[in-house]
C-alpha cells in the first residue's frame, strides 16, 4: 500500500490524487502535525492503514461554515477533536485570564480555536451537514462525556455529547474503538445502531433492552445535589476497568447517555503497530512561514515507549482518558524508533524523554491486574504501596541502556515524570544510579507538591518522609558519582486541603531548603479529576469526608505568594497570611524568619 506524506487539506490536493471524496475528514483544533504524539495523526495514519481516504481539516475558522466543507462531504464521517489538550485549560490560566500564546497552533499565535471547540465545530458541521454521522473523541471529549462540573462557568454542564449534537463518543485513547467504528460504518452499518462498542458512549431514548448497568444521579440531580454528584463521580471512578467495569447510564431531561465499558488495552503487538506508522514526524509545509509549531519541538526527539498510570494522583484525570493499567511497547520497537530518530535532519544527538505518563512506570503495577481488572477500593502506591505492587526498573534500564550506545546518540533524558517513590522502593539501586549519572543534565525534576501530610494524603501523593528519603538518596548517588546536580521540586498552592497554615508550612520547608521556586502551579480543577470533585463539592467522593477547600481569591493569592516569599512583590500577602495564620513569629531577622518586620514611616 501507498501511504501519503500529508493527508489532503483542500480540495486542490484531493484533486491531485484523483480522490472525489474523503472516506473520513478529522476535524481537529490543532494545527496539523503529523507526529505520533498528536491524536489526530495517530488515528489518520491507522485509517489509512486500513485503505481508507482521510482528510484533515486543521484549525478551521468556526465563525463561518466554509472551513467545515472544503473537502466536501465525508462518504463515512467526520471525526471530531478539540486537539491534544482542553481548549478551556489551552485557552485561559487558573485565574481565568486569557493566555497570549497556543503552542499548539502555528507561530505560537493564539485564537485560532473557539471555546468549547469540540462543541463548536460539531454543531458547525450539522450546520453545513444535516445528516452526517459525528464522531467526537479526543481529551476534551473524554473528559466530558458524563455531566461533569465546569470550572470556567462555575456550574454542572451537561454531556457534551448533549451540547454537540455528535452521534458517537469515543473515550480513551480510541484505536480500537475507531477501527471497529470504521468497519462497521463503512460497509453498511448505520453509525445510530451502534450501541455495543467498548470505549464509546450515545444517546438514546429508551434503555429498556439494556442489559447489567448502572444508573447513575441523573443531570438534575447532580446539577442540584452535590452529594448525588458525588456519588456520580465515584460510580464512574470505580467502573473505569476493561475487565470490571459496567456499562453505565445518566439521564438528562428525557434522554439518556449510555456508556459501554472501557476499551481493553492495546496488546504489545498493537501498540507497536500504531507507533510504527509512516508518520512524517513534522509539520505540514503550510507551517513553514510562521516558524512551525512550538508543541512539536517539545517532543519532536522523544520516545513514548507505555501508556497509563496507576499512580493515583487526585488532581490527575490520566484515570480515566488512559486508564489505570500500563500498555507497553515492545524493546525492538522503541530502539527502532530512536534509530528512526537518529536519522531525522534536525537530530543533533540527544534523545529527549523515553517514557509515558510516569517514566518509570514500564509494566502494569502486578498480574493480577491483567486478569482482573485493577481494584476498585484500593491504590497501587496511595497511602502506601499495595503489597501486590511490583517494583522493578531492569526493562527499563536495558531499553534505556541500549539506546545510549546507538551511533549518533550523545544523550539520553528522562523528561516525562519520575515517581520517585517507585523509585525509592525499588531495593536494587541499579536503575537509580544510571538515572543520575547518564539520563539528566544538571537537574532533575520531580513532583513532591507539597509537604503537609494531610495535603499529601488529599492529594493522592506519598508522606513527606517518602520524598526526604528520596532526596537524601539522590544527593548521596551524586556525592559518589562526584557530581553536583540540583533536584527542582514541583510544588502546589490551594489544592483541596490546604489552608493557610499548610502553606505556611510549604514556605517554611522552602526555607529549609533553600530553594527559590521560580514556578509554582495553583492547583487547576479540570474535568475528571478527582481533586476536581472535590473542589466543587468539598467533600472526598471515595473517603466520604469533608475537605477544606481554598476558593477565595484573596486566600488563593496568599497561598501562592507564600511559595515566593522571596519576591519583593509578594511581601504584603506574605506579611497579611502570616497575620492571619497566627505565625508572626516568622516576621522578623533571624534565619527562621519569611520575611522582615515593616518599615516604620516617620
Known amino acids: 500500500m501507498m501511504f501519503l506524506k500529508f493527508f489532503p487539506i483542500n480540495k486542490e490536493e484531493m484533486n491531485k490524487l484523483g480522490w472525489k471524496e474523503c472516506d473520513f475528514i478529522f476535524v481537529t483544533g490543532d494545527a496539523y502535525v503529523d507526529h505520533p504524539s498528536f491524536g489526530h495523526a495517530v488515528i489518520t495514519r491507522l485509517l489509512e492503514s486500513l485503505g481508507f481516504k482521510v482528510g484533515v481539516i486543521p484549525q478551521p475558522n468556526w465563525r463561518t461554515i466554509d472551513d467545515f466543507t472544503k473537502l466536501g462531504k465525508p462518504r463515512v464521517a467526520f471525526l471530531v477533536s478539540s486537539g491534544n489538550i482542553d481548549s478551556m485549560v489551552n485557552h485561559y490560566t487558573v485565574n481565568k485570564k486569557r493566555r497570549n500564546t497556543d503552542v499548539y497552533s502555528p507561530g505560537g499565535k493564539a485564537g485560532l480555536r473557539p471555546d468549547r471547540a469540540d462543541i463548536v465545530y460539531c454543531n458547525k458541521i450539522r450546520e453545513a451537514y444535516k445528516d452526517v454521522p459525528i464522531i467526537l473523541g479526543g481529551i476534551e471529549a473524554s473528559l466530558r462525556r458524563f455531566a461533569h462540573y465546569d470550572y470556567w462557568d462555575d456550574k454542572v454542564r451537561n454531556s457534551i455529547l448533549v451540547d454537540s449534537n455528535a452521534n458517537l463518543l469515543v473515550f480513551g485513547m480510541g484505536e480500537k474503538q475507531i477501527i471497529e467504528i470504521a468497519n462497521l460504518i463503512a460497509f453498511g452499518k448505520n453509525i445510530l445502531d451502534l450501541k455495543d462498542i467498548r470505549g464509546t458512549c450515545y444517546i438514546t431514548k429508551d434503555i429498556e433492552g439494556l442489559k447489567d448497568y448502572i444508573e447513575m444521579p441523573s443531570f438534575e440531580e447532580v446539577k442540584s445535589d452535590k452529594l448525588q454528584y458525588n456519588l456520580a463521580f465515584k460510580i464512574q471512578y470505580q467502573e473505569q476497568d476493561a475487565i470490571k467495569g459496567k456499562t453505565l447510564v445518566q439521564k438528562h431531561g428525557n434522554l439518556y447517555i449510555v456508556q ?172 537509580f544510579e544510571e538515572l543520575v549519572k547518564h539520563h539528566i543534565s544538571g537537574q532533575l525534576k520531580v513532583a513532591p507538591e507539597h509537604v503537609n501530610d494531610e495535603v499529601l494524603f488529599c492529594m493522592g501523593k506519598p508522606s513527606k518522609k517518602v520524598y526526604e528519603r528520596f532526596e537524601k538518596k539522590y544527593h548521596e548517588l551524586n556525592k559518589k558519582l562526584n557530581l553536583k546536580q540540583y533536584l527542582v521540586p514541583y510544588l502546589m498552592s490551594s489544592h483541596p486541603g490546604s489552608d493557610l497554615s499548610a502553606a505556611v508550612e510549604l514556605a517554611e520547608y522552602i526555607r529549609d531548603l533553600g530553594y527559590n521556586p521560580e514556578q509554582v502551579q495553583d492547583f487547576y480543577p479540570t474535568p475528571g479529576s478527582l481533586s476536581t470533585t472535590i473542589y466543587y463539592t468539598g467533600v472526598n467522593p471515595i473517603t466520604g469526608k469533608k475537605v477544606y477547600v481554598p476558593k477565595d481569591p484573596e486566600e488563593k493569592k496568599m497561598q501562592r505568594a507564600l511559595l515566593q516569599y522571596r519576591d519583593p512583590k509578594n511581601y504584603e500577602l506574605v506579611y497579611k497570611a502570616l497575620v492571619k495564620s497566627g505565625r508572626t513569629d516568622l516576621i522578623g531577622y533571624s534565619k527562621k524568619c519569611l520575611i522582615a518586620p515593616k518599615k516604620i514611616r516617620r
Open 260 to 431: 459501554n465499558p472501557p476499551a481493553f488495552p492495546l496488546s504489545q503487538e498493537e501498540l507497536d503497530f500504531v507507533y510504527s506508522l509512516p508518520y512524517i514526524r513534522t509539520y505540514h509545509p503550510i507551517y513553514k512561514k510562521d516558524g512551525g509549531i512550538p508543541a512539536l519541538k517539545e517532543v519532536e526527539f522523544s520516545i513514548t515507549s507505555h501508556r497509563g498510570c496507576y499512580g493515583g494522583c487526585s488532581f490527575c484525570a490520566i484515570h480515566f482518558h488512559q486508564g489505570r493499567v500500563i500498555q507497553n511497547r515492545s524493546k525492538k520497537s522503541i530502539i527502532d524508533e530512536a534509530v528512526k530518530l537518529t536519522t531525522l535532519p534536525n537530530f543533533k544527538g540527544y534523545i529527549h524523554d523515553v517514557g509515558g505518563p510516569t517514566a518509570n512506570f514500564r509494566n502494569p503495577s502486578c498480574k493480577m491486574q491483567i486478569e482482573h481488572g485493577v481494584c476498585k477500593n484500593r491504590q497501587c502506591m496511595h497511602p502506601t504501596p499495595c503489597p501486590n505492587l511490583e517494583v522493578n526498573h531492569d526493562e527499563y534500564l536495558d531499553i534505556l541502556q541500549e539506546i545510549r550506545k546507538l551511533p549518533r546518540v550523545k544523550k539520553v533524558f528522562i523528561r516525562s515524570g519520575i515517581r520517585y517513590d517507585y523509585l525509592i522502593y525499588d531495593k536494587n539501586t541499579k536503575f
